[in-house]
């Protein structure tokens, strides 16, 4: 299986981009204490924004077109 670089690099430009306004907004707007103290677990917060980091970098990689 090969990988495809456009297909690579949009997905590295999103991860970087969408990981930097989540850590923007957990840090700096909702405060990361605050969602443990309303989730009531560390481990369901980190794993839930893992996945809104992962999820959508896959997403943006699968759609991505090649040109041809």
Do not use: H, N
């Amino acid at each position: 299986m090969t990988m495809k670089k456009r297909k690579i690099k949009y997905s590295a430009i999103f991860l970087l981009c969408w990981f930097a306004l989540l850590v923007l907004l957990v840090d700096g707007v909702l405060k990361f204490q605050t969602l443990v103290d309303y989730f009531g677990s560390y481990a369901v917060v980190e794993v839930a924004l893992l996945l809104l980091v992962f999820l959508p970098t896959l997403a943006v990689y699968a759609l991505t077109k090649e040109k041809k």
